[in-house]
């Protein structure tokens, strides 16, 4: 398995303002994404997270609200900005590793907007 | 457009016994991977097992085994001698050879009843 950890683990936030959740992986992993869960809700793929350039992001997703930088091969940020109620959610941070190119998550970052 | 469905929503079993959660899914790509994860109400997510499309056997990891049956386009979920513990949402994902990301089903919540 792939050590990935992810903060924070949780915060509250107020409408308006933009939350950074990093990411750091360990160097067995070699492709990175971003999900979200919404309460009650299956997981949602928002972007690949690509090494030195833009990520790649899935419809109903845009840069301007997540932008995601990934900087190196270990190390990934997601920022949700001017955040909303709308936005809370876990937002899960995840590596795939190996032939199969299975995915192992971080903690999850849980985020409630008031 | 790849789809995963996971028809359901809650199941029950008693301790000890078996249960099967079912998983059926829709791609146009000949190379495939099947997966099944598990969340604990902590909100980790956990790997659980693998299933390649080409691979002839069944895939199993100690109590939890695949059952492939890739002309019904099927792989459940069977776990074996289920413990408290096991409670937990289950979720079926899928990843394509030609699609780096992996998309998951709508979950399935598992109750072990003592």
């Known amino acids: 398995s792939a050590v990935i950890s992810q903060k924070p683990s949780r915060d509250i936030c107020q409408r308006g303002t933009s939350l950074t959740i990093q990411c750091q992986v360990d160097s067995q992993v070699t492709m990175m994404f971003w999900y979200r869960q919404q309460p009650g809700q299956s997981l949602t793929l928002i972007a690949t997270?690509?090494?030195?350039?833009?990520?790649?992001?899935e419809s109903g997703f845009v840069i301007d609200k997540f932008p995601i930088s990934r900087p190196n091969l270990t190390f990934s940020t997601l920022t949700v900005s001017n955040m909303s109620p709308e936005d809370s959610s876990i937002y899960l941070c995840s590596g795939a590793v190996g032939v199969a190119g299975e995915l192992f998550f971080g903690e999850g970052s849980r985020l409630t907007v008031l | 457009a790849q789809k995963i469905t996971q028809t359901q929503p809650g199941m029950f079993v008693q301790e000890k016994e078996a249960v099967t959660l079912d998983c059926t899914y829709d791609t146009s790509d000949p190379s495939y991977g099947l997966f099944w994860y598990k969340q604990p109400s902590s909100g980790e997510m956990i790997f659980l097992i693998y299933?390649?499309?080409?691979?002839?056997q069944n895939a199993t990891e100690g109590r939890y085994s695949l059952n492939f049956q890739k002309a019904r386009k099927s792989a459940n979920l069977v776990i074996s001698a289920s413990q408290l513990g096991d409670s937990a949402m289950y979720f079926c994902?899928?990843?394509?050879?030609?699609?780096?990301?992996?998309?998951f089903g709508a979950g399935t919540r598992l109750t072990v009843k003592p």
């Open positions: 994902a899928m990843r394509e050879r030609n699609n780096n990301d992996m998309r």
């Open positions: 997270a690509n090494q030195g350039s833009e990520a790649t992001y």
């Open positions: 299933q390649g499309s080409y691979d002839q």
